[in-house]
């Protein structure tokens, strides 16, 4: 028999602990595996990524002590992971893909082991297995009870909760409408579906926060009480956030300018999508020039979607940013209407228009009124014509 040196279990892993604990490589794998395997945790921003960094930092620290020495959870690690669930229940993400994040971790995490150490003994093994399954069943009652607790602390205060989908609608937290529509129904609310996401602010800026009285006045006075579906209001800085059945955006123009405010309107995204209307909202706010707002009118969608072209960063093709701005216009029979609009932006005046496509000026001015019908845009305003120039550009 030959006299070669047998390493004590604990010493096995020790080592094993030690050459996982110096490679970062670990963590950014874990992180990985339950982006690419956890629907919600895709959704995440690079925002709420270095807070899933630090966590699975220190879990895997933590599970490869108690595994190197045969540890348990400590009253600490619980009250660690109890704080971790009450800020998902507080952020929206389900508690069912919370725990199942921890056992993607724990997997990535036993193959990390298994290829560190393709001889590990069998009671090492077994003193894996055994470490794992009772720490995801120990962390699993643990998270479960806390959310639950938050849960309800949360819907007892029910426009602070209503606050709070919002907020995580417009973060992209929910990765699926049928996330979306179990918390909606567990907070006892229908979602405005089709709906409006409102972003407005006072013309005159005071650089005060908004704040949540404010965006709940506008909300009331944009929509009529009753109804079948629930409107939300949030705040962002200065501006109010508001989730609006889609008919509520005819009249926001005019409440707006009544109160000196200014905004726009985004109705042309799903619910799963309404942090990609926030964007195009708020940053057609930030790059509108201040003739685009005209009293008594909103920015749209098709104005959103200009100005994110001309900003270098399109958020839709250039044909579908075409038939937003025409609407109508762009449909069949209406030729003679394009080019009227045509020759009124390429001569600068009616009556110009009128000799080039020998029209009598009447006529021209006729079909000018039609266009403004027709998209809502009325070719003799600055911000107007340039939105109509260039969708009748970009269209193919």
Request: hydrophobic content about 45%; proline content about 6%; glycine content about 6%.
């Amino acid at each position: 028999m030959t006299s070669k040196s047998v390493r004590k279990p604990s010493d096995a892993r020790e080592r094993v602990r030690q050459e996982m604990a110096a490679d970062p490589g670990i963590v950014e794998a874990v992180v990985a595996a339950v982006h690419e395997q956890v629907p919600v945790y895709a959704a995440l921003d690079d925002r709420r990524l270095p807070e899933v960094r630090a966590i699975a930092a220190w879990g895997l620290d933590r599970l490869l002590h108690l595994w190197a020495t045969d540890g348990a959870l400590e009253p600490s690690d619980l009250r660690r992971f109890r704080g971790i669930a009450a800020a998902r229940a507080a952020d929206g993400r389900p508690v069912q893909a919370v725990l199942r994040a921890y056992r993607v971790a724990a997997t990535v995490l036993t193959d990390e082991i298994a290829a560190r150490a393709p001889r590990l003994a069998a009671a090492d093994a077994f003193a894996l297995a055994r470490m794992l399954l009772s720490t995801l069943d120990t962390l699993s009652e643990e998270m479960a009870a806390a959310y639950a607790t938050t849960s309800e602390d949360l819907a007892g205060d029910r426009d602070r909760a209503l606050r709070l989908l919002l907020d995580d609608l417009i973060a992209g937290r929910h990765a699926s409408v049928g996330a979306l529509t179990d918390r909606a129904a567990r907070l006892g609310v229908q979602l405005p579906d089709p709906y409006c996401l409102l972003i407005a602010e006072p013309v005159t800026p005071d650089g005060v926060d908004m704040s949540h009285d404010a965006a709940a006045g506008l909300l009331d006075a944009l929509t009529a009480p009753g109804g079948d579906t629930t409107s939300l209001a949030t705040v962002r800085g200065s501006r109010a956030v508001l989730l609006l059945p889609a008919a509520a955006a005819a009249g926001a123009g005019s409440v707006l300018g009544g109160q000196s405010w200014r905004g726009c309107a985004i109705s042309d995204e799903s619910l799963d999508r309404v942090a990609v209307a926030h964007r195009l909202a708020a940053d057609a706010l930030d790059t509108a020039p201040a003739h685009a707002h005209r009293p008594g009118r909103l920015l749209t969608d098709a104005d959103a979607h200009v100005l994110a072209l001309l900003a270098g960063h399109p958020a839709a093709a250039p044909d579908h940013i075409g038939r937003l701005v025409l609407g109508p216009l762009a449909g069949p029979g209406q030729r003679h209407l394009l080019e009227a609009l045509t020759a009124y932006i390429d001569t600068g005046s009616a009556n110009a228009a009128a000799r080039e496509l020998h029209l009598h000026p009447q006529s021209l001015r006729y079909r000018l009124r039609r266009i403004h019908d027709l998209t809502g845009r009325d070719p003799r305003d600055p911000w107007q014509r340039l939105t109509l120039d260039i969708a009748r550009t970009i269209r193919t």
